[in-house]
């Protein structure tokens, strides 16, 4: 059967199914409708025929009892004729007699009454004999008995009503008698119609249950038939892509029929036997670079777990070295993709040759090759020298000559090594750390071996430990500025430079060179730039209205990354109208490597903010490649020459005309110039010679807090006013002593 209805498809079967129920559940419901009615209709009839003949003869029967009574009564108000005396009230019997006789007369024609309607009642064969005899009994009862009592009642004919009573009541035994056996028929026979009624409810019902077995046996064998007919073909479908999950491809696939299911297992058919075909591909794909067919990462991980699984039973070391290949991207961009694909397959096929038959080469990807070594030694020192031997011949095949058609590549790498005994050291780790000696070897020159070194990870880690922690400083306010004085040959403090500090709740106060680099490679130095010029231009409008700092012009440092931003111009605009400051007190420090990365667009940006009245300065001059013609075309009003040419101003010829050429320059330019990192009298003493009258460094004073800059401004300005005696060094020694502050207030280390 499930054969046959395979050919037939699963929604017309379904429709069927659903046909055929309802089909069901409509005679079901017809053959009950059709029962219940026909009961209904017995009964109605039990209650509205046999019922209702049922009480007008049990009224029949009242009433002549009730004349029987009359008669009765009548007969003990009559005399007898002994009892009769002259003084008799005759009026009394009259009138009683007279209401007797009309009580008697309306029962006798309510009792014809009540028959004749009786008789126009169907009745059976029986109760139609009896109805008979009963009609000729109660003729003879009321013209024998009733008719002739009522007229010798009328005529007061005592006599006669006495013979005429003894009459009736003859007449009434059997009649009454046929009546009672009337009623008890009509009873028998509304009770046997009523059974009849009930037979035929349960008739009704027990064949309404029939069918309805019979129904369910039906949609069970369908139910059946179906499951027979689509599960089970669907559980064998199941059953092979079960087979299939578990990489078996050539379960068999018994196929009859042209339903939904029979397609579904042909498509399956054809989808296993290409599975079954590509099965290698697959695993190539799933475990093996494509370009060099080198076990992948994923092969590699599942390797290294089995290598470290057998080294913690063996106890022997094992090597992870990380290869990345030096300049690859050189190659990749001069001589074309397919020039570098040819190269990473030839340098595969060199590990490959490099290592032994238990070894594993691996490819991560680009140019990041991994050689799993296993089972070296149990000797630590010597299976590190046995992965230094594999490692520098690794080198060696690599920097080989290279022909790749016409051109011969001489290439290069930098391998990283790490040594794991056991699984003490994950996975993860263990890359992490031949990584982190492969970038180590890269820093070291490349074209080198290095292995891990756990104080470089520990100095990474708290590297990254600080970037985490960085980009929730702002948000929680624990940079502060400090500052730091700028001061001219007449020893007047005529400005400052902002300098920025991270105040960590748990490492103190941390220096500039630990988090700016950080925070340019986040880039989280342009939010950070932008705090500290709202808060420099906080300042200034603060200074305005005191007369020890309002001449005050701050020098604030813009990162290359700040600067390049589109809307910087926008930006030092907005914050100057929000803080009120004055544009003229703000100067704004460049480095070389800003200013020339794009002159034309630094020239653009310059240009509009010289025209808000904020003025720059070329930070660190000398350190980096800026030409005369590039600073003619600049708008800028002022030179700092790079503290790494002030410290050796004494000692060094070099140094001395290198910062002679600077202040020249500027001269010639029409350029201040100011010298940063001045420490000594002897230093500053130099400088005057040479003709720069700016300074600033730890000779005039440390950078101070926030809140100490305005102390310190007043106490300068009162030493400025004392009598110059001899030379300027006592005026400076007060300097001094004016900018010294508490020591956990100060920044001792080299300034930026």
């Given at each position: 059967?499930?054969?046959l209805?395979?050919?037939?498809?699963?929604?017309?079967?379904?429709?069927?199914?659903?046909?055929?129920?309802?089909s069901?559940a409509?005679?079901?419901?017809?053959?009950?409708?059709?029962?219940?009615?026909?009961?209904k209709?017995?009964l109605?009839?039990?209650?509205?025929?046999?019922?209702?003949?049922?009480?007008q003869?049990?009224?029949?029967?009242?009433?002549?009892?009730?004349n029987?009574?009359?008669?009765?009564?009548a007969l003990?108000?009559?005399?007898?004729?002994?009892?009769?005396?002259?003084?008799s009230?005759?009026?009394?019997?009259?009138?009683?007699?007279?209401?007797?006789?009309?009580?008697?007369?309306?029962?006798?024609?309510?009792?014809?009454?009540?028959?004749?309607?009786?008789?126009?009642?169907?009745?059976?064969?029986?109760?139609?004999?009896?109805?008979?005899?009963?009609?000729q009994r109660?003729?003879?009862?009321?013209?024998?008995?009733?008719?002739?009592?009522?007229?010798?009642?009328?005529?007061?004919?005592?006599?006669?009503?006495r013979?005429?009573?003894?009459?009736?009541?003859r007449l009434?035994?059997?009649?009454?008698?046929?009546?009672?056996?009337?009623?008890?028929?009509?009873?028998?026979v509304?009770?046997?119609?009523?059974?009849?009624?009930?037979?035929?409810?349960?008739?009704?019902?027990?064949?309404?249950?029939?069918?309805?077995?019979?129904?369910?046996?039906?949609?069970?064998?369908?139910?059946?038939?179906?499951n027979?007919?689509?599960?089970?073909?669907l559980?064998?479908v199941?059953?092979?892509f079960k087979?299939?999950?578990?990489?078996?491809?050539?379960?068999?696939i018994?196929?009859?029929?042209?339903?939904?299911?029979?397609?579904?297992?042909?498509?399956?058919?054809?989808?296993?036997?290409?599975?079954?075909?590509?099965?290698?591909a697959?695993?190539q794909?799933?475990?093996?670079?494509?370009?060099?067919?080198?076990?992948?990462?994923?092969?590699?991980?599942?390797r290294?777990q089995q290598?470290?699984?057998?080294?913690?039973?063996?106890?022997?070391?094992?090597?992870?070295?990380?290869?990345?290949?030096?300049?690859?991207?050189?190659?990749?961009?001069?001589?074309?993709?397919?020039?570098?694909?040819?190269?990473?397959?030839e340098?595969?096929?060199?590990?490959?040759?490099?290592?032994?038959?238990?070894?594993?080469?691996a490819r991560?990807?680009?140019?990041?090759?991994?050689?799993l070594?296993?089972?070296?030694?149990?000797?630590?020192?010597?299976?590190?020298?046995?992965?230094e031997r594999?490692?520098?011949?690794?080198?060696?095949?690599?920097?080989?000559?290279?022909?790749?058609?016409?051109?011969?590549?001489?290439?290069?790498?930098?391998?990283?090594?790490?040594?794991?005994?056991?699984?003490?050291?994950?996975?993860?780790?263990?890359?992490?750390?031949?990584?982190?000696?492969?970038?180590?070897?890269?820093?070291?020159?490349?074209?080198?071996?290095?292995?891990?070194?756990p104080?470089?990870?520990?100095?990474?880690?708290?590297?990254?430990?600080?970037?985490?922690?960085?980009?929730?400083?702002?948000?929680?306010d624990?940079?502060?500025?400090y500052?730091?004085?700028?001061?001219?040959?007449?020893?007047?403090?005529?400005?400052a430079e902002?300098?920025?500090?991270?105040?960590?709740?748990?490492?103190?106060?941390?220096?500039?060179?630990?988090?700016?680099?950080?925070?340019?490679?986040t880039?989280?130095?342009v939010?950070?730039?932008?705090?500290?010029?709202r808060?420099a231009?906080?300042?200034?409008?603060?200074?305005?209205?005191?007369?020890a700092?309002?001449?005050?012009?701050?020098?604030?440092n813009?990162?290359?990354?700040?600067?390049?931003?589109?809307?910087?111009?926008?930006?030092?605009?907005?914050?100057l109208?929000?803080?009120?400051?004055?544009?003229?007190?703000?100067?704004?420090?460049?480095?070389?490597?800003?200013?020339?990365?794009?002159?034309?667009d630094?020239?653009?940006?310059?240009r509009?903010?010289n025209?808000?009245?904020?003025?720059?300065?070329?930070?660190?001059?000398?350190?980096?490649?800026?030409?005369?013609?590039?600073?003619?075309?600049?708008?800028?009003?002022?030179?700092?020459?790079?503290?790494s040419?002030?410290?050796?101003?004494?000692?060094?010829?070099s140094?001395?005309?290198?910062?002679?050429?600077i202040?020249?320059?500027?001269?010639?330019?029409?350029?201040?110039?100011?010298?940063?990192?001045?420490?000594?009298?002897?230093?500053?003493?130099?400088?005057?010679?040479?003709?720069?009258?700016?300074?600033q460094?730890?000779?005039?004073?440390?950078?101070?807090?926030?809140?100490?800059?305005?102390?310190?401004?007043?106490?300068?300005?009162?030493?400025?006013?004392?009598?110059?005696?001899g030379?300027s060094?006592?005026?400076?020694?007060?300097?001094?002593?004016?900018?010294?502050?508490?020591?956990q207030?100060?920044?001792?280390?080299?300034?930026?």
């Open positions: 059967m499930a054969r209805l395979s050919y037939v498809p699963i929604q017309v079967r379904l429709l069927l199914l659903m046909a055929v129920a309802a069901a409509l005679v079901l419901a017809i053959v009950g409708v059709a029962g219940l009615s026909e009961s209709e017995i109605r009839s039990v209650y509205a025929v046999r019922m209702g003949s049922a009480q003869l049990a009224e029949i029967d009242r009433l002549m009892l009730t029987r009574l009359l008669m009765e009564t003990s108000h009559t005399p007898g004729r002994e009892d009769r005396s002259p003084h009230d005759d009026r009394v019997d009259r009138q009683f007699l007279s209401y007797v006789a009309a009580a008697i007369e309306k029962n006798r024609n309510t009792i014809t009454s009540l028959w004749a309607d009786f008789s126009k009642v169907p009745l059976t064969s029986q109760e139609r004999g009896v109805a008979e005899r009963f009609a109660r003729n003879d009862y009321m013209a024998l008995g009733i008719a002739p009592l009522l007229a010798a009642m009328r005529a007061r004919d005592y006599e006669a009503i013979t005429q009573s003894i009459e009736v009541e009434f035994a059997p009649t009454h008698e046929t009546l009672e056996a009337l009623t008890r028929l009509q009873f028998d509304a009770h046997e119609t009523y059974q009849a009624g009930v037979d035929r409810y349960d008739a009704v019902l027990r064949n309404a249950l029939a069918v309805l077995m019979l129904l369910i046996g039906v949609m069970c064998w369908l139910g059946w038939v179906l027979d007919s689509i599960v089970n073909p559980r064998r199941i059953s092979i087979n299939i999950s578990k990489g078996c491809y050539d379960t068999p018994d196929i009859h029929g042209r339903d939904e299911i029979s397609a579904v297992m042909r498509e399956l058919q054809v989808m296993q036997a290409k599975l079954g075909q590509d099965e290698s697959i695993h794909l799933a475990f093996y670079d494509a370009l060099t067919h080198l076990p992948n990462r994923r092969l590699l991980r599942e290294l290598a470290m699984s057998a080294t913690a039973r063996t106890r022997a070391y094992g090597a992870v070295l990380m290869i990345d290949l030096d300049n690859f991207k050189t190659v990749n961009d001069t001589q074309g993709h397919e020039v570098g694909d040819r190269l990473l397959v340098v595969a096929q060199r590990l490959k040759e490099c290592v032994r038959q238990t070894d594993t080469v991560l990807g680009g140019d990041e090759f991994v050689v070594l296993s089972d070296l030694s149990t000797d630590e020192e010597l299976a590190a020298r046995m992965a594999i490692g520098e011949k690794i080198l060696a095949q690599v920097h080989a000559p290279c022909s790749i058609g016409p051109r011969v590549i001489r290439s290069a790498a930098s391998i990283g090594m790490s040594l794991f005994s056991g699984d003490v050291v994950p996975i993860d780790d263990l890359f992490k750390r031949a990584d982190i000696s492969m970038y180590q070897a890269k820093a070291a020159g490349r074209n080198g071996l290095q292995f891990f070194d104080d470089i990870q520990a100095a990474l880690e708290a590297r990254m430990a600080l970037e985490s922690e960085l980009h929730e400083a702002l948000q929680r624990q940079f502060r500025l500052f730091q004085v700028q001061v001219g040959s007449d020893e007047q403090v005529f400005g902002v300098l920025l500090r991270w105040e960590h709740p748990r490492l103190g106060l941390v220096t500039p060179d630990k988090f700016i680099p950080i925070a340019e490679e880039h989280l130095i939010p950070m730039g932008e705090w500290v010029l808060k231009c906080e300042q200034l409008r603060a200074w305005q209205d005191h007369a700092a309002q001449a005050l012009v701050l020098a604030v813009v990162s290359a990354r700040q600067f390049r931003q589109p809307d910087f111009v926008d930006t030092v605009e907005r914050v109208s929000e803080t009120g400051a004055c544009p003229a007190k703000l100067k704004l420090e460049l480095t070389e490597s800003v200013v020339l990365h794009d002159v034309f630094t020239v653009q940006k310059m509009a903010l025209a808000l009245g904020v003025e720059f300065s070329m930070d660190d001059f000398g350190t980096g490649y800026s030409s005369l013609s590039h600073l003619s075309s600049l708008p800028i009003r002022q030179l700092k020459i790079d503290r040419f002030v410290r050796n101003i004494q000692n060094s010829r140094d001395a005309v290198i910062v002679q050429t202040i020249g320059m500027a001269s010639t330019l029409g350029v201040a110039v100011i010298a940063e990192g001045v420490e000594t009298e002897n230093q500053r003493s130099f400088l005057e010679q040479f003709g720069c009258m700016a300074y460094g730890f000779l005039y004073g440390r950078p101070v807090p926030q809140d100490h800059m305005q102390t310190m401004l007043e106490e300068m300005r009162r030493v400025a006013r004392m009598p110059l005696v030379t060094v006592c005026r400076t020694a007060a300097f001094m002593a004016a900018t010294r502050t508490p020591p207030q100060i920044f001792t280390g080299r300034e930026p």
